[in-house]
């Protein structure tokens, strides 16, 4: 029989101002197998702690129940102090009675009673608990980074300049993402290629960092410390290993009306092409789809003309499986569609562009060479109107419920720019709000507001439509209380964002928790901002929520830090809770190895003693503790109840079960 | 009824969460009868969540407003402020005794593709 110790916690007033602990202590103290019961202001203190460790002592407890807050929160704590005591920490069971409890209960007399059932359901549990032991794994001393935008680059860079190898794994053709497409950066205004491609070379140069662009990861097997990688390498119909980068192939290639991914498609680039000068790696791809040789067999212009032999046709799409102890998310962000917001009339004028778009239009590497024109007659715009707010905020579900919170910034950027450099524009920005927190970051939009001349109206846009040309933008003035209608040659729109939409499968194949926008949940909102919920997983840049360059660079140099401190360690404690089969229920079906998300499972031929000398030889399964990560997916698969969890078997289960109906 | 009771009246008749509002004035930026009302769109909205119900009941907007929609159809938020208007407009019609639409009249003129409220707004105002 079980030496039972309950602790009450009031977590101040947080459970005491809704839970009559003292009375809960009390009435448990009457259930078979408690010998001790006591309630105390902060069980988590040190006072508390202390309180605990010399109950245990003092009462020779062999197992105890903490009624606090979430185990999510304090669970390690109270493991450890009753480790400190001389207890295993398996026994110690946490009853939420503030999460489950006091914080969603207002009447003190029902919370009282439902606390009291908690702490009971735990106590039956409790008793059915066994000493647990972890053990230990190796880590693999090696970092994935998936996306190479500026998050993956920043972080593989920390985390490759700290000694560890690094792969980023980037699917499109060359590292640099949404960041290598931007014209100015705020609030500094300094040139976005000018300090992004810097850090992209040092990338390329770097020995301890490998580049696998035109890549994606395909599959993903293994836990913290141990993750086995499948990852799809394209094919890019070109010798990457002979490829010089000279463009020969861009010249001389007769299919040249594809449209050019990279400039937003406001201009075509031909089917064999590198994406923009400052590429890493500098190797052309062909698009197999706009490839005359490809889809007719006929042409290979570009194949006469590669001076080192480096197209190949036939190269097909390859696999290759490595391993790695720490994963880092960098998958980034995309501008929404606009198909719900025809009142902006994005799809039937050339001259409403999206603000991305700008940015191209706006750049000396872009399609007008940096000269600001409209797209539809190659005019310069005299009047140009932006929009903020396209599609963010949006709870009509035509956009997004987020504010995306870059825009607002880029937009006064793009204001000013436009100003300086064409000082005889006329511009206007339609605000809900300005937003602008941050280091120097209202002084910038003041600055666009005062000193340049931007006419900011706070109201929003109605409706654009063309008359003869101009596009006429309609909308109201709410300080004035007016409707205005401005005549427009150029009508830009501050577009939300988005999680990229690979997103979920990358997060799928990691069991990574996403929300409803398809953003990456972080582990913590406050104190463990770059961590996910899955152990060795980090997240960095817009996957996990809408940011900026210095926000993203932050973060990203955050999650290599949480991937060094986890890197340099030879072996990690691995969960005790483990899958555990009976093999002689096992009926050898594989159900429980095809539900198993870490690889953990598997079957092996084992001789069975029938009795009277005979012995058979049986398929049954087999777990391996340092791999499983105690989920209970195979035993609630297992059709015939051969498979437990340790710490979490059916019995303890059903057992809080009954405890629960017997109120 | 006391003020507050009006107001809650207003409230449910609109069926509209005028909390909701972000006061963006995108209802005002779409109107095609703004220049006619002398309370705009946005201010219907505005004005019933502060509770100034007497400005909303004396305006000749409510009988400017074409019941068009467009307001409801772009707000980011999912406010209806032409739901506000007509919460309005019934309210003053019948305090007048009246209501204009004889029910008996329903089934000739229902037409699938008309707004419900556009056709009850429309008899309100044109029954007068």
């Known amino acids: 029989m079980q030496r039972i110790g309950v602790f009450i916690c009031w977590c101040g007033s947080n459970i005491a101002a809704t839970v009559d602990v003292k009375k809960v202590a009390e009435t448990i103290k009457a259930e078979p197998g408690v010998v001790y019961s006591e309630n105390y202001q902060y069980m988590c203190s040190e006072n508390g702690q202390q309180l605990i460790k010399n109950a245990i002592k003092e009462h020779n407890l062999t197992a105890i129940v903490v009624g606090a807050c979430s185990p999510r929160m304090h669970e390690a704590t109270f493991r450890k102090a009753a480790e400190a005591a001389g207890l295993n920490p398996y026994m110690v069971e946490i009853a939420n009675i503030r999460e489950h409890c006091s914080w969603i209960h207002k009447d003190m007399d029902e919370a009282t009673e439902k606390a009291v059932v908690l702490v009971r359901t735990a106590i039956a549990k409790v008793k059915l608990n066994a000493p647990l032991m972890s053990g230990e794994s190796p880590v693999v001393k090696r970092a994935l980074v998936i996306g190479g935008g500026i998050a993956g680059i920043q972080a593989a860079l920390d985390i490759a ?21 931007l014209d100015k950066t705020f609030p500094t205004l300094d040139c976005s290629a000018c300090i992004l491609t810097p850090k992209m070379v040092d990338c390329a140069q770097h020995e301890k960092i490998d580049i696998l662009s035109y890549s994606e990861v395909e599959e993903v097997k293994g836990f913290v410390g141990n993750f086995n990688v499948k990852i799809r390498r394209k094919a890019r119909y070109v010798d990457e290993t002979k490829c010089t980068g000279c463009k020969i192939c861009m010249e001389k290639c007769p299919s040249k009306k594809g449209l050019n991914d990279f400039n937003m498609g406001l201009n075509t680039r031909p089917a064999i092409y590198i994406p923009f000068a400052q590429a890493i790696p500098n190797v052309a791809v062909i698009d197999p789809e706009q490839c005359i040789k490809m889809k007719t067999g006929k042409c290979g212009i570009c194949q ?8 190949d046709y036939t190269q097909k799409d390859e696999f290759i499986d490595r391993q790695y102890g720490a994963i880092v998310v960098a998958t980034g962000f995309k501008p929404i569609a606009l198909d719900n917001f025809n009142e902006y009339g994005y799809a039937d004028n050339k001259d409403v562009i999206t603000s991305l778009e700008l940015e191209r239009l706006m750049n000396a590497a872009g399609p007008s060479d940096g000269v600001l024109v409209r797209p539809s007659d190659g005019k310069h715009p005299k009047v140009i109107t932006f929009i903020q707010c396209v599609g963010s905020r949006d709870t009509s579900g035509c956009g997004k419920p987020y504010c995306s919170k870059i825009c607002c910034m ?4 793009h204001a000013m720019l436009i100003r300086e450099k064409y000082p005889d524009t006329e511009v206007h920005v339609f605000y809900i709000d300005v937003r602008t927190p941050g280091k120097n970051y209202d002084e910038f939009y003041r600055r666009a507001a005062e000193q340049y001349g931007v006419d900011y109206i706070k109201g929003m846009v109605g409706k654009v439509y063309n008359v003869n040309g101009k596009l006429m933008v309609q909308g109201s003035n709410l300080i004035d209380n007016e409707q205005i209608t401005i005549e427009s040659d150029l009508v830009v729109l501050a577009t939300a964002i988005e999680p990229e939409p690979s997103v979920r499968k990358i997060a799928t194949l990691l069991t990574a928790s996403i929300d409803t926008n398809n953003f990456l949940t972080e582990s913590h909102a ?5 961590e996910s919920p899955t152990a060795g997983v980090y997240l960095a840049g817009v996957c996990q929520g809408p940011k900026d360059i210095p926000e993203t660079v932050s973060q990203a140099s955050a999650c290599a830090a949480k991937v060094i401190g986890l890197l340099v360690k030879d072996k990690l404690k691995t969960n005790a809770c483990v899958a555990t089969p009976d093999e002689m229920m096992c009926n050898g079906c594989s159900q429980c190895a095809n539900v198993c998300a870490y690889g953990a499972i598997t079957y092996v ?17 087999s777990v391996n503790p340092a791999v499983c990560q105690g989920c209970g997916a195979c035993t609630v698969t297992c059709p015939s109840g051969a498979m437990d969890l340790k710490g979490f078997s059916s019995k303890q289960i059903m057992s809080e079960v009954e405890a629960i109906c017997k109120m | 009824m006391t003020k507050q009771e009006r107001i809650d009246n207003l409230l449910r008749l609109s069926g509209t969460d005028v ?41 000749d907007a409510i009988w400017n407003c074409l019941s ?9 938020r ?6 506000v208007v007509e919460a309005v407009r019934d309210t003053v019609v019948r305090a007048q005794g009246k209501n204009g639409l004889k029910a008996e009249d329903i089934p000739q003129i229902v037409d699938e593709f008309i707004p419900q409220q556009l056709l009850v707004s429309a008899y309100r105002k044109y029954n007068k």
């Not at chain 2, 068009?68 to 980011?76: D, K, L, N, S």
């Not at chain 2, 999912?78 to 739901?83: F, K």
């Open chain 1, 161 to 181: 300049d700290a000694g560890f190898e690094v792969d980023i794994v980037e699917k499109n053709a060359t590292i640099g993402g949404r960041m290598a497409q």
């Open chain 1, 304 to 311: 006469k003309f590669c001076g080192v032999g480096a197209i």
């Open chain 1, 410 to 413: 880029y937009t006064a950027k």
């Open chain 1, 526 to 530: 406050k104190l463990r901002p770059v």
């Open chain 1, 605 to 621: 031929e084992k001789e069975f003693r029938l009795g009277g000398g005979k012995t058979e030889v049986r398929r049954v399964v």
């Open chain 2, 19 to 59: 909390k909701k509002c972000m006061k963006c004035g995108k209802c005002s930026g779409r109107c095609p009868a703004f220049n006619e009302m002398d309370i705009k769109p946005h201010q219907f909205v505005s004005l019933l969540a502060q509770g100034k119900i007497e400005i909303l009941l004396g305006s």
């Open chain 2, 68 to 76: 068009c929609m467009a307001c409801v159809e772009r707000c980011p």
């Open chain 2, 78 to 83: 999912g406010v209806a402020p032409a739901a």
